[in-house]
Each structure stands twice: as structure tokens, then as C-alpha cells.
């Protein structure tokens, strides 16, 4: 059957598209009908205002509709430079997933499964008393599952967990991203999965596993880090949070209540980083001066439409307070910051309040653009159906990745840096995953990844 706003097309601009022709200007009609909430006939109507499609004939019509939708889907990049068919990716807008598993404010499995290796472990048994009645599965290897449950993206969120015995390298260096400025970042790999959903995560595209996987064997890492510990030259940063969030399950795991005591006394800076308001356990401890709790923030709107299941803003800057009162570092990052209508204020207004709760200096902020892979964009507009923070200024950069423009990029960290340094001169701010161009808004002299390692350490 023939597609309704194609015909509209063809009949008002009295002329056929053929199927390429028409792959290209659906993408951008839907993605411009989604962003702006609207219809075919208001699209039609403003191509006939502002493209000269109509004076011109056949193929030249569809290069004048094409070129004033890429104007209009992205408008700022237009009036800077001409985007050319290999600057775009225009995904074929598919609907939201019918069966998508949703997170819950609170985590309860479904099931618990846990390898036969670990079974007498502690993190077992404390999941075990957490969730009476919860069914628990023994298993050989969490792997196994995948053999007898097929996966899909739907089942990304289904709330099982996996109690294993970790085999791999707990431990490695920040990957940041090709040709572009790391900090020196260490990651430090203690479990997969979150029990919460943002819209932006790239674990919807990074793992092919439902649920939460969780290591029971941190004494393992504690042998293996001992090791690597003694080769270390000079500190390093270190952190949880790449692939879960640090404290979101703290309260089943303790995990904190084993790391902090095992990191006091090592040459290294040890971030927490979380969007929840999870401290119970964090309260309890004695808090070493090289241990960081850290907090990504976003303006509240955003938070409600793209971080499902977080704590709030507010939760999460009550959170901070206690746990600057009770004597620990804090650290912010602002990532990712997503440009839209409005973000000036609302952002402004973010930190606005952050400084109003919280007494600076802080161990870091980081601030990061709104990227990611082009499956990630599939995946999102997949999931995240209210979601449009993907029809935003966003193409493949140098890293191929999808990015905001250099120059906007640039105007985003400026603003930020200018906001944050009306409150706090003190705290050292740096970028997440960006070029050195980008870096001189925070200072001469980060042109390599070593310098900015020093920065942040020696702050
Ligand atoms: S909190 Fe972090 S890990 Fe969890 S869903 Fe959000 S972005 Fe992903």
C-alpha cells in the first residue's frame, strides 16, 4: 500500500519519488514530525514555503526538498557548513518496542540465578535473605542461560540476577574514545547491568545479557589488584560505574562496605559514581580522604524522560549533602548534557542549585555531550518512544560516533565552565571523551592525556 505522506509529497510537488529518493526524505520528514511534534500537512506546507522545489522538475524537486529538510532537521549545522549525504544517519524510523521489560523504582528480581562456584558466598546468601520467596536457580555458568533464553532487546531490563564467580580482568584502562583527549581513568569492572533505564545508556547496545550480573568473588579482585597495585609508578583514578551504577544495589551488595576499607590505604583516588540517593552503607563508614562519591546530574525535566527508575535531583543533591557532611570528597558530572530549547536556563539552574546545597571545592566535575553509536540511537528510539533527545544536533563525528557540532559542543562547554566559575574557582572541571580544541575552554596546556591525569590527581 502506498505510504500516505509520500503521496501527499508526490501530489503536491507533482512528481514521483523513487525508493531511494524516498528512503531519504522519510527518514528526515519523521524525524522532523517527531522532534517537533508535527504533522505531514505543516511540513508540506512549510517545503512549499521555503524549498524551490516547485519551480524546478523531476530529480532536481527532490534535491531541493531533500536539501531544505536537512536545513531544517539540522538547523544550526546548515548555517555553518553544508552537510553532505555521508555527514548524516538517518536510520529507518521503526516503532517502539511491544514488549519492553520497564525498571521499577525498586529492584526486585524475578529470579535469582547463581553459579554453582559461588553458591555458600555471602553476596548469595545476602540476595537470598534480601528477597525471600524470590525462586533461585542454580546454575554452572551464567553464560548457560543464553543457551535455553533467547535474547532480545525487550529483555535488556527483565529484573533477574546473576550471582558469578568473575573470571575476567576486573581491571582496565578508560577505552575514552579514538582521536580524542582520555583523563586517565581507571575502570573497575564489579558487575553488568543497572537497575535503572536512561534513554542514553550504551548497555542497551553493549551487552547481549538481560538483567544484573554481580561478581561474589571481590576477594579475587582484592588478590589481583594487590598485584597490579605494587607495579603502580604514580596514583591513578580508579571507579565503578561504567557498566552498572555504583551504589544502585549497594544496599543487597555492600559492596562499598569491602571496597572503601580495602582502598584506604592504597595509592589510588576511588570513585563511587551514582544516580540513586543509595548511602545507607556509605554512612556507616569512616571516610578515607582518597575515596570520591560522586553524582551525575541532569535538570529535573530531563531526568523524568530519559533516567527512569534514578532518584530525583533532589534525592540525589540530599545525598551529596550527607555524605560531604559526614566528611567524604564529592565529585558532579554534568553528562550528558543534552542541548535542547531551554537548556541554557535549565542548566544554568542546575548548577545554580548544586552550589546552593553543596559547599565547593568538590574532587572533580566532569562535563560531557550528549554521543553515542548509531545502534545506540536505533536502540533508544526503540525503548524510549517519549524520548527525542536523538532527533536532536547530533552527527557522526570523528570518532564516528553521533555528536553535537564541534562549534555547538565548544558553546556548551564554554557556558558551563562560565557557570560553574561564578560558584567555585577551586573545583577542577574536565571533559569527558573530548579533543583538545574543546579542551582550551577549561585551560592552556591539556594537549595530552598525562597533563590532564596530573590536574586531576594533584587537585
Ligand atoms: S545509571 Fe548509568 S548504567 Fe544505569 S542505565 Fe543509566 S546510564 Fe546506564
Not at 535473605?129 to 533464553?149: C, M, N, R, T
Not at 583516588?269 to 578515607?288: A, D, G, Q, R, W
Not at 545502534?375 to 544536533?393: M, N, V
Request: aromatic share 14%.
Amino acid at each position: 500500500m502506498e505510504n500516505p505522506i509520500k503521496t501527499l509529497i508526490e501530489t503536491e510537488f507533482g512528481f514521483r519519488l523513487n525508493q531511494n529518493q524516498w528512503r531519504d526524505i522519510e527518514c528526515l520528514l519523521l524525524e522532523i514530525m517527531r522532534r517537533d511534534r508535527s504533522s505531514p500537512e505543516e511540513i508540506v506546507k512549510y517545503l512549499k514555503e521555503k524549498s524551490r522545489a516547485q519551480k524546478h522538475c523531476g530529480r532536481e524537486k527532490f534535491f531541493y526538498l531533500k536539501k531544505t529538510l536537512i536545513e531544517k532537521r539540522f538547523p544550526l549545522t546548515s548555517a555553518t557548513a553544508k552537510i553532505g549525504a555521508k555527514d548524516l544517519f538517518l536510520p529507518k524510523q521503526r516503532p517502539a518496542l511491544a514488549d519492553n521489560w520497564q525498571t521499577q523504582k525498586i529492584f526486585k528480581p524475578l529470579k535469582i540465578f547463581i553459579e554453582k562456584s559461588v553458591k555458600d558466598s555471602e553476596l548469595a546468601a545476602d540476595f537470598k535473605k534480601h528477597f525471600p520467596g524470590v525462586a533461585v536457580e542454580e546454575i554452572d555458568q551464567y553464560g548457560s542461560y543464553l543457551k535455553k533464553e533467547k535474547f532480545n532487546l525487550g529483555l535488556l531490563k527483565k529484573p533477574l540476577a546473576f550471582i558469578v564467580k568473575e573470571g575476567w580482568d576486573f581491571i582496565k584502562p578508560c577505552p575514552c574514545t579514538s582521536g580524542h583527549l582520555g583523563c586517565g581513568y581507571w575502570i573497575l569492572n564489579l558487575g553488568f547491568g543497572c537497575p535503572f533505564d536512561c534513554s542514553y545508556c550504551f548497555l542497551q547496545i553493549y551487552t547481549n545479557f538481560p538483567g544484573i550480573i554481580l561478581p561474589a568473588n571481590l576477594d579475587d579482585f582484592f588478590t589481583q589488584f594487590d598485584t597490579f597495585h605494587k607495579k603502580l609508578q604514580a596514583p591513578i583514578r580508579l571507579g565503578t560505574g561504567e557498566f552498572c551504577d555504583s551504589l544502585a544495589l549497594d544496599h543487597i551488595t555492600g559492596y562499598s562496605r569491602k571496597l572503601i576499607p580495602y582502598f584506604r590505604d592504597k595509592n589510588v583516588i576511588f570513585e563511587l559514581k551514582t544516580k540513586s540517593n543509595n548511602i545507607k552503607n556509605l554512612l556507616e563508614i569512616n571516610p578515607p580522604a582518597n575515596i570520591v562519591i560522586s553524582w551525575s546530574l541532569n535538570p529535573q525535566p530531563l531526568i523524568t524522560v530519559e533516567e527512569i527508575s534514578v532518584a530525583d535531583l533532589a534525592q540525589r543533591l540530599e545525598a551529596a549533602k550527607q555524605i560531604q557532611d559526614k566528611g567524604y570528597k564529592i565529585g558532579f558530572h554534568f553528562d550528558p548534557v543534552i542541548f535542547y530549547p531551554g537548556w541554557q536556563d535549565a542548566y544554568k539552574e542546575l548548577i545554580r542549585l548544586l552550589y546552593s546545597r553543596l559547599k565547593p571545592p568538590f574532587a572533580w566535575i566532569s562535563i560531557g555531550t550528549l554521543r553515542g553509536t548509531r545502534e545506540l540511537k536505533i536502540a533508544s528510539q526503540l525503548r524510549f518512544p517519549q524520548s527525542d533527545i536523538f532527533y536532536g544536533e547530533l552527527l557522526p563525528g570523528e570518532d564516528k560516533k553521533l555528536r553535537y557540532p564541534q562549534f555547538l559542543r565548544k558553546e556548551i562547554y564554554k557556558n558551563m565552565v562560565q557557570w560553574i566559575r561564578r560558584y567555585d574557582k577551586q573545583t577542577p572541571v574536565y571533559l569527558c571523551m573530548e579533543n583538545a580544541d574543546n579542551w582550551r575552554v577549561i585551560g592552556d596546556g591539556f594537549s595530552a592525556p598525562g597533563k590532564i591525569e596530573q590536574y586531576l590527581i594533584k587537585c
